[in-house]
Antibody
Framework: QVQLVESGGGVVHPGRSLRLSCAASGFTFSSSGMHWIRQAPGKGLEWVAAISSDGSNKYNADSVKGRFTISRDNSNNTLYLQMNSLRVEDTALYYC????????????WGQGILVTVSS | DIQMTQSPSSLSASVGDRVTITCQASQDISNYLNWYQHKPGTAPKLLISDASTLETGVPSRFSGSGSGKDFSFTISSLQPEDFATYYCQQCDNLRPLTFGGGTKLEIK
């Protein structure tokens, strides 16, 4: 069965960096686009970033452009989100999600990992 | 960006009720519309893709319809396990992908 397990979250001061990881299993990781999606406390879902199956195409939300970088290691079935220059408003539960192809359909999600940005 | 307007934002209903949630896109998105169920502390779950295609294993009491700019999601007879937050999401344009604001379905 498909499993997506996020790690790397925690509490960090504004301006600092954090790298999230998502370990994937139960499907052919190298054939699937992948995404990061977040949910701020008390708010709805917000798409953050996407990467194609081979890593050649990447897209970011405007709210994180220039600060967050999505990447992947297909040899280790792992997705990453490098988050730099973190802001208080980046505080959220971050989910990794598998795409059905690279169509923007999130057919499986992880349980999420909490990132708190606070001074 | 394509804006998704979802209503209502919250809804109180009883077991056995029929409920409908609507979602309107700011521009024509054909049928590139998905619906998700999210319960606190769990991973969101894809229920319907392509506006009306029920995902494998999803009960038939869930349904979706619409195309262009106007969409709806219906639960024909609410069950206790259906109380959750539901989101629509457009995938016509990956830059950026956008969600509706969510509908919190609560027990009356």
């Amino acid at each position: 069965q498909v499993q997506l397990v996020e790690s790397g979250g925690g509490v960090v001061h504004p301006g600092r960096s954090l790298r999230l990881s998502c370990a994937a299993s139960g499907f052919t990781f190298s054939s699937s686009g992948m995404h990061w999606i977040r949910q701020a406390p008390g708010k709805g879902l917000e798409w953050v970033a996407a990467i194609s199956s081979d890593g050649s195409n990447k897209y970011n939300a405007d709210s994180v452009k220039g600060r967050f970088t999505i990447s992947r290691d297909n040899s280790n079935n792992t997705l990453y989100l490098q988050m730099n220059s973190l802001r208080v408003e980046d505080t959220a539960l971050y989910y990794c999600a598998k795409d059905r192809g690279f169509s923007g359909v999130f057919d499986f999600w992880g349980q999420g990992i909490l990132v708190t940005v606070s001074s | 960006d394509i804006q998704m307007t979802q209503s209502p934002s919250s809804l109180s209903a009883s077991v056995g009720d029929r409920v409908t949630i609507t979602c309107q896109a700011s521009q024509d998105i054909s049928n590139y519309l998905n619906w998700y169920q999210h319960k606190p502390g769990t991973a969101p779950k894809l229920l319907i893709s392509d506006a009306s295609t029920l995902e494998t294993g999803v009960p038939s009491r869930f349904s979706g319809s619409g195309s262009g700019k106007d969409f709806s999601f219906t639960i024909s007879s609410l069950q206790p396990e259906d109380f959750a937050t539901y989101y629509c999401q457009q995938c016509d344009n990956l830059r950026p992908l956008t969600f509706g604001g969510g509908t919190k379905l609560e027990i009356k």
